[in-house]
């Protein structure tokens, strides 16, 4: 049973241009939430989806978007990259009909803006 | 609002030392409490969760107890191993009934146990 997959695992951009990380969540499982890991930092949540909507929403600025397909799998895009954006992306996801308390993350994708 | 602060770190201990690394949290409403570890190169995994006031997770020899009374889910492992090298995370999740709601995760502390 393959858990969270991410991709790509690594990514190098440049300031001003736009990235798209792909996520497809643990089998069985119908909701994906992302998460933004600065270097020597916690986590920090971005938003959430499921049934395709996005559900809830961090802290962050438009310019961070999402989707969730049929097969809930998912995508999060970064437009007009910063060098603040360089960061360790996280993709959890959990079953609103399962165990409503186990989040499984993805091994992450790292981002490099230069 | 919601927030951890866990325990600066880094923590380094012999191995079989005794490890205990503080949390503390402020919350609206009931929170349920987690503890997540990371090792390098890797995404976070679960290490163990308690729900309710009062409970206690434990798994692979580690445990914490939710006191609603000091807010705190403080890690402890009787006898450390050097696999057990890793950065921890304290986190909590607002509950919202049958959906897990966001995780706010605090800091990380590192772990290093020397042989």
């Known amino acids: 049973d393959a858990g969270v997959t991410q991709s790509p695992t690594h990514l190098i951009k440049t300031r001003g241009q736009q990235v798209t990380l792909r996520c497809s969540p643990k089998s069985g499982h119908d909701t994906v939430s992302w998460y933004q890991q600065a270097l020597g930092q916690g986590p920090q949540f971005i938003f959430q989806?499921?049934?395709?909507?996005?559900?809830q929403r961090g802290n962050f600025p438009d310019r961070f978007s999402g989707h969730q397909f049929p097969n809930y799998s998912s995508e999060l895009n970064v437009n007009a990259l910063w060098l603040g954006d360089s960061a360790l992306y996280l993709c959890a996801s959990s079953s609103r009909t399962g165990n409503p308390y186990e989040q499984y993350f993805g091994p992450g994708t790292r981002l490099t803006v230069t | 609002g919601n927030s951890v602060t866990q325990m600066e770190g880094p923590v380094t201990l012999s191995e079989e030392a005794f490890l205990t690394i503080n949390c503390t949290y402020t919350a609206t409403g009931y929170p349920s409490l987690f503890w997540y570890v990371q090792y390098p190169g890797e995404g976070l995994q679960l290490l163990l969760k308690?729900?309710?006031?009062?409970d206690k997770g434990s798994n692979k020899g580690f445990e914490a107890t939710y006191r609603k009374e000091t807010t705190s889910f403080h890690l402890e492992k009787g006898s450390v191993q050097v696999s057990d090298s890793a950065v921890y995370f304290c986190?909590?999740?607002?509950?919202?009934?049958?959906?897990?709601?966001?995780?706010?995760f605090g800091r990380g502390t590192q772990l290093t146990v020397w042989p």
């Open positions: 308690a729900t309710k006031a009062d």
């Open positions: 989806y499921y049934e395709e909507e996005e559900r």
């Open positions: 986190a909590l999740s607002e509950n919202r009934g049958s959906t897990l709601g966001r995780l706010y």
